[in-house]
């Protein structure tokens, strides 16, 4: 079975620096990888995601994950932090056999200092 | 309709009340996901429909919930005897086809149990 983990529950960072979210995974088959945002009082909506091919993943508004199978992890970073990426991340995991389900981390609270 | 709805938005009833959540997922979307998000929670996975196959319903808490879906297409999570800890968000999922698919998420029902 899959897990989540998100180092930090909450991170703060000033408008300029660097963003780092932390996110490891277990999963005995290779994964699927996926990070998603709700921003306040918004839905949830994919930043980028990993399934095959490259390692190195883009997304929007200038994420990117980069899939390590060797560390188990597959960190956010965005190299300057806007105000309004104020919000939730998750991190989720899915397996590769048919009727895994989606298991997401518990969230980082991602708050951007002026 | 473009997106994933969900109704009511807002529910408050009774302790001990039972309670219908509805979602109608995108259409054409084999996969729907229900979650719970309690307040400063992650996602609490609850169950998982793909196609015609049974649901994974691994997730459910208590034999007081359950969860339809009719049709292949509009899904009721059916939460009986409502207890306090069940205040929560529910939000509604559905994708394209599987595990490696991104998630469409609806805005989510708030139910409040007094």
């Known amino acids: 079975a899959q897990s989540v983990t998100q180092l930090g529950s909450h991170v703060s960072v000033s408008e300029g620096a660097l963003v780092l979210l932390r996110c490891n995974y277990s999963s005995s088959v290779p994964p699927y990888l996926f990070w998603y945002v709700q921003y306040p009082n918004q839905g949830l909506q994919l930043l980028l995601k990993?399934?095959?091919?490259?390692?190195l993943v883009k997304g929007i508004n200038g994420f990117e994950a980069e899939f390590k199978k060797s560390e188990t992890s597959f960190h956010l970073t965005k190299p300057s932090a806007h105000m309004s990426d104020a919000a939730e991340y998750f991190c989720a995991v899915s397996g590769g056999t048919s009727y895994d389900k989606v298991i997401f981390g518990p969230g980082t609270s991602l708050s951007v200092i002026p | 309709g473009a997106g994933v709805s969900q109704s009511p938005s807002n529910k408050v009833t009774e302790k001990g009340k039972d309670v219908e959540l509805r979602c109608d997922p995108i259409s054409g979307h084999t996969a729907l996901y229900w979650y719970r998000q309690s307040l400063g929670q992650g996602l609490e996975f609850l169950i998982y429909f793909q196609g015609n196959s049974a649901p994974d319903k691994s997730g459910l808490p208590s034999d007081r919930f359950s969860a339809e879906r009719t049709g292949g297409s509009v899904s009721t999570l059916t939460i009986q005897r409502t207890q306090q800890e069940d205040s929560a968000v529910y939000l509604c999922a559905s994708a394209a086809r599987g595990l490696q698919e991104t998630q469409y998420f609806g805005p989510g029902t708030r139910l409040l149990v007094l």
């Open positions: 990993y399934t095959t091919g490259a390692t």
